[in-house]
């Protein structure tokens, strides 16, 4: 089925911050994406077009991404006649338009929103669930449930606090399923409010962008996982580390869910698990392609949100159908975070017996 319109608007994220939306129409109907916008960004993410128009928006706008949309790509991808199921097709003919090393000319923001349209638009053609659409675009015919990272606290660029560290999670590791897991966490985290609430006064119960807590005191318990413990081009630094720590080690500014940066990665052994972010390299092809490569490399992989989020629930089936068993989309709290967790327990209850949770094997799911 073949394209028969595509509109592109201006929206505001979770942040109050302007970003994409893309409606995109076949004989099956219309297929809404929105995306996502991060605060920490690594410098060798794909190019988030912005405005720059100090005067509107403190310079967030997005209406030359959204201009890109409408009168460039939409007009090129109708004319090709290609079908929303040629994801990949679809991708690199955005792709060739653009035609820069990190799309600077149409920007990520313009290229994905398009991009995670195209592939709802697939998977309702293909008459599937969207993360069964997704695990057939990735080659896998299993489907795995993640373990949700909990950011529980918030600090660095995302709370207003004095915390160098960015972000404290929990992962409820030892549930009995991804209802369970949630059950877990959100226990926890509402018995971490009154904890905080009683040593550290009603204030340091504020929430951050991702909905964790923002006290300004911690003691760290024992650590299973870290992300981006060094600057993005201190390799040595990371080598080193993750040599010598028997712990997961997670590449978020390091690999930006850039295929050259993780092949780097790879060969310099600097981490073992990827940050997966679609918005870092901009397609979902581009997305998926990254993801197998650490796979294949023996990485685990988390799919993760960005702290500036909108209502859409893609991630949730993309970490199901690329089996990456973890998942960090915010704390229990705040309805753009929460919206990616219920989708999982829908999704959870509509495989029924079929479902598995990674539980204990969050790092290879495989071994399921």
């Not at 006064?201 to 964790?212: F, L, Q, R, S, Y």
């Not at 893609?314 to 915010?330: E, H, N, P, S």
């Not at 753009?336 to 999704?347: C, F, P, S």
């Amino acid at each position: 089925m073949s394209i028969e319109k595509i509109w592109a608007r201006e929206i505001l994220d979770s942040r109050g911050n302007p970003t994409v939306e893309v409606d995109l129409y076949t004989a099956r109907g219309l297929f809404r994406a929105a995306v996502p916008s991060g605060a920490s960004t690594g410098i060798y993410e794909a190019l988030e077009l912005r405005d720059g128009d100090k005067q509107r928006y403190l310079g967030k706008g997005v209406l030359k991404a959204v201009d890109h949309i409408n009168t460039t790509i939409a007009p090129a991808l109708i004319s090709s006649g290609l079908s929303v199921v040629e994801q990949e097709k679809l991708d690199n003919l955005m792709l060739e338009l653009d035609g820069t090393e990190n799309k600077s000319k149409f920007g990520a923001n313009a290229i994905l929103g398009v991009s995670l349209a195209v592939c709802k638009a697939g998977a309702a053609e293909r008459e599937l669930p969207l993360y069964r659409h997704i695990a057939q675009l990735a080659g896998n015919s299993d489907l795995i449930l993640p373990v949700p990272a909990f950011n529980v606290i918030n600090g660095g660029s995302h709370a207003g606090n004095k915390l160098a560290m960015q972000e404290f999670m929990i992962l409820p590791v030892g549930a009995e399923s991804f209802r369970d897991a949630m059950r877990l966490g959100a226990e926890v985290y509402h018995t971490l409010k009154g904890v905080i609430k009683d040593k550290y006064g009603k204030d340091a119960t504020n929430v951050g962008d991702e909905g964790g807590f923002a006290p300004n005191i911690l003691e760290n318990s024992e650590v299973v996982s870290i992300e981006d413990p060094f600057d993005q081009d201190d390799w040595a630094a990371w080598s080193k580390f993750t040599a010598n720590v028997g712990i997961q080690i997670v590449g978020d500014d390091l690999t930006v869910t850039n295929p050259k940066r993780i092949e780097r990665a790879v060969d310099e052994k600097a981490c073992n698990c990827l940050l997966l972010k679609v918005n870092q390299i901009g397609s979902v092809t581009e997305a998926i392609q990254a993801c197998k490569l650490a796979q294949e490399n023996g990485w685990g992989v988390m799919v993760s949100h960005r702290s500036g989020e909108t209502e859409d629930t893609f991630i949730a089936d993309l970490v199901v159908g690329l089996c990456t068993g973890q998942i960090k989309t915010g704390a229990p709290c705040r309805s753009e975070r929460l919206a990616k967790y219920n989708q999982l327990m829908r999704i959870e209850e509509e495989l029924g017996d079929e479902a598995r949770f990674a539980g204990h094997n969050f790092r290879n799911p495989s071994v399921l």
